[in-house]
């Protein structure tokens, strides 16, 4: 039976929440306040800790600062409960590191989906981290550039399939893996105070990405999501280190993608910076039909809303700009499906 700490200083939201975790086969203590939870989790064992903000005594982000410095509590999933629903509130608790946030009022499908999720990923978590064996420097296989890298990726790392709109990984998460895609698409994503999501990055297939973890820093910067079911194989960075290490060849290869992906970000930067609403949305068009499928005349699936984040515009903008490009008879739109009719009459706009 899993253990839950509930924080939670409002009497009757903490026994109907108590009563439905129950209910649920879930064993569950009460704390009235901050200091309080504090104490318990440090005094008993617990599976997850469910936390309200506003308290008296210590509030809820003084409570996860306290818990995710200490090493016997660090671990323990973290998930906010709270009123407080505005973007830079869940960004702040993000940033102290909870794994989950469920806004009052929430039902109770919401807080058993949330608690089981964060509990079979930690469960995941920790499969693959006693799994992990130490390798020694004389296994270090000879790959002498990125193709082989990619072979390698697919024998040997550990397979994961993310759906549409799943979570790869989240800002301010341990950064212990580089990822490869086999199938599929993934953005890398953050957000601003304002709480509006800005993309930092398409990723399609054969990429890897989440080299933040070959940094000093061992946490991620942004948020990678699947923007359609997506394949991936994932390598511990401290393996792919040593890789780097034994082969120079792929090294310097390496060094020069990730440059030419530099150069080609800061272009996309530039033009948006410059280019009005249509141009910055005929512009990423262009970018997904000549960077995300062998065929420009392919049509593009990705949502619209992903679509503007990439523009750097808002959803009803990046809309209304299809739409006149629908009218002048370069795309057709069909439900979620943008295709490409007139090729050269769509970059006529950009120029």
């Known amino acids: 039976m899993k253990r839950v700490l509930l924080i939670e200083d409002d009497n009757s939201l903490s026994e109907n929440t108590k009563e439905l975790l129950e209910l649920a086969k879930y064993k569950v203590e009460v704390a009235s306040n901050g200091k309080k939870g504090i104490a318990l989790a440090l005094e ?18 003084g409570v996860l600062d306290a818990l995710s410095k200490n090493i016997k509590t660090r671990s323990i999933p973290f998930v906010f409960i709270s009123a407080k629903s505005d973007p830079s509130d869940i960004r702040k608790g993000m940033i102290l590191g909870a794994d989950d946030y469920i806004t009052k009022p929430f039902t109770e499908k ?25 390798v020694k420097d004389h296994t270090t296989p000879q790959i002498p550039d990125l193709e082989t890298l990619r072979h390698y990726a697919t024998n040997n790392g550990i397979y ?17 893996y580089v990822y490869f895609i086999e ?36 946490n991620h910067t942004e948020t990678a999501t699947a923007l359609e079911t997506s394949e991936l194989y994932f390598i511990p960075a401290s393996k792919f280190e040593s890789i780097l290490k034994e082969n120079h060849e792929l090294t310097l290869e390496l060094v020069n993608f ?41 049509f ?23 739409t006149q490009l629908k009218n002048d008879g370069v795309i057709d739109i069909d439900g979620r499906h943008i295709t490409i009719l007139n090729y050269r009459k769509l970059k006529n706009y950009i120029q």
């Not at 800005?198 to 820093?217: M, P, R, W």
């Not at 593009?300 to 299809?322: H, K, N, Y």
């Open 44 to 61: 008993k064992k617990f599976d997850i800790i469910l936390c309200d903000i506003m308290m008296p005594e210590l509030d809820g982000y």
């Open 110 to 134: 919401d807080l058993l989906q949330t608690i089981e999720s964060r509990l079979n990923r930690h469960q995941i978590l920790k499969e693959i981290a006693a799994s992990k064996k130490p």
């Open 160 to 176: 994961l399939k993310a759906t549409k709109r799943k979570n790869i990984y989240i800002e301010h998460d341990n950064a212990n």
């Open 183 to 218: 199938k599929g698409m993934v953005k890398t994503h953050t957000m601003d105070e304002s709480g509006k999501e800005l993309v930092i990055e398409i990723h399609k297939k054969g990429n890897f990405f989440g080299f933040c973890s070959l940094k000093n820093s061992k």
């Open 258 to 298: 990730l440059s030419d992906k530099v150069y080609t970000l800061k272009q996309h930067l530039l033009k948006m910076a410059y280019a009005s609403v249509l141009q910055k949305t005929t512009y990423t068009l262009l970018e997904f039909a000549e960077k995300l499928s062998d065929n420009p005349y392919d």
């Open 300 to 322: 593009v699936t990705v949502s619209r809303t992903d679509l503007a984040g990439v523009a750097g515009i808002s959803t009803e903008s990046f809309i209304r700009s299809l």
